[in-house]
């Protein structure tokens, strides 16, 4: 019996196949089930993935791969397909009621999506499809049918896992439900290549899931560095968002739930007041984001949290806000804060830096990769306010470390570009094809 632990040697020992004659991918076909990448991140279930599907897909068109992004149609009257960009193509999928359809209901509504998918291949030539990229467990199902009935490989990119979830839930969220870790499991098997945006995650498949080692990739996700970058600098932000030039900004942005943690920043913020009383009339704490998951059941919650905390006067809830609108409270803030329980990677933390914003964030997931601990931020272990509290408060007492990492952390988000992470995409994308084809032979004979 192969144990974990020579498992994982054989995942760091895996050879990487090149981009080769006759193996190119032409045309993939992407699966989105329960989240438009249409859709503003930060709204509803709309995050982190939303970007990570927008961004790579462009990338790959401007390397010759096409791409159709298959989605959920959560509004009445859309078009059925959209272009999102030259060479990406977003065709819209009925299936289910267009709103008020929770994303734990949508696992009933996947052989209705199965069928819209269906019927947009039927309406091709054979061999239209080199390759499905299915996103999230929910999309795996779909494209893990589509992939067999098509006959071309399934790459699959987890994003978020059950199991690594529930083994780090908030106090008081809701685990995740055993039909996904079923779900999750028969995906890892069926998979032809599956993308791990770390080192860690790729553990956790094998560790969790007993993924074949051979055949999960590492591909860091990127950063739009065109888009994320320290422009005009932080006082000019600042005087575009009405902030007071002179504040000490910890910023949240993100999805509001218990899985993301701001009530952490917003219980540090209170711990820190108390340590630092004077430091009231300038301390400005956005939270930028929309109720999410679990937190749509309490929405206010976090707002309740502040007031009783007696923060509500420094605590500002700003609602979500589009990318440009975005990058301009990265390059406001002091600091980003991101306390959250589990990080696939954590992108938000690589577009703050490209900003020149430090970032303190929980040692968990992909975080650990994406802040360098001491020279780009600060990793805090647990989850405990005054922990945070104590960090946040270097920034006070010692204000030139805010452009001291903040300009190591753009050099360091430099790393992170799409242009690299689409071009090792395809480079999986490859491989796949290439086991794929090789498999049919032997199996002809």
Not at 385 to 413: C, K
Request: glycine share 10%.
């Amino acid at each position: 019996m192969t144990t974990y632990t020579s498992r994982l040697g054989a995942l760091r020992a895996r050879p990487h196949i090149r981009w080769g004659a006759g193996r190119r991918v032409r045309r993939v076909a992407m699966l989105s089930v329960h989240t438009s990448p249409l859709h503003q991140p930060g709204t509803g279930d709309a995050g982190g993935m939303n970007v990570y599907v927008v961004e790579l897909a462009k990338r790959l068109a401007e390397q010759n791969v096409e791409v159709e992004i298959f989605t959920r149609a959560t509004t009445g009257g859309l078009p059925c397909s959209v272009e999102l960009a030259p060479g990406v193509l977003v065709r819209h999928v009925d299936a289910g009621p267009y709103e008020g359809l929770a994303k734990e209901e949508l696992p009933g509504q996947l052989c209705a999506f199965t069928h819209g998918v269906m019927q947009a291949w039927a309406r091709h030539r054979p061999g239209h499809y080199d390759l499905v990229h299915s996103h999230y467990w929910l999309s795996g199902h779909v494209g893990w049918l589509a992939a067999q009935r098509w006959g071309v490989p399934l790459v699959h990119a987890m994003h978020t896992m059950a199991k690594v979830k529930n083994a780090s839930l908030a106090e008081g969220d809701c685990p995740e439900p055993p039909a996904r870790v079923i779900g999750e499991t028969q995906i890892v098997s069926a998979a032809d290549r599956l993308i791990a945006n770390t080192a860690e995650e790729a553990r956790d498949l094998v560790r969790y899931y007993e993924a074949a080692p051979g055949k999960v990739s590492v591909v860091h996700p990127g950063v739009n560095l065109d888009l994320f970058r320290p422009g005009s600098g932080r006082a000019a932000a600042r005087a575009r968002l009405g902030l007071p030039h002179d504040a000490v900004i910890p910023l949240f942005a993100g999805r509001i739930q218990p899985l993301k943690a701001p009530d952490v920043l917003v219980r540090a913020v209170a711990v820190l007041l108390e340590q630092m009383p004077s430091l009231r009339d300038r301390l400005v704490v956005p939270v930028v984001g929309g109720p999410s998951g679990s937190g749509l059941a309490k929405p206010e919650a976090l707002h309740k949290l502040a007031a009783r905390l007696g923060v509500s006067d420094v605590v500002r809830f700003q609602p979500p806000v589009d990318q440009i609108r975005l990058a301009d409270w990265y390059r406001a803030a002091t600091v980003l804060v991101m306390p959250s329980h589990s990080e696939s990677f954590g992108l938000a933390a690589i577009e703050a830096q490209a900003c020149g914003t430090p970032v303190v964030a929980a040692a968990v997931g992909g975080l650990p990769v994406a802040v360098r601990d001491g020279h780009t931020g600060f990793l805090v272990p647990g989850h405990d306010p005054r922990a945070y509290a104590e960090v946040l408060r270097r920034f006070v007492d010692h204000p030139h470390l805010v452009d001291r990492l903040g300009a190591a952390a753009a050099r360091h988000a430099r790393d992170f570009g799409w242009d690299a992470a689409a071009a090792d995409t395809a480079g999986v994308y490859a491989e796949a094809v290439h086991d794929h084809r090789r498999r049919l032979r032997s199996a002809h004979g």
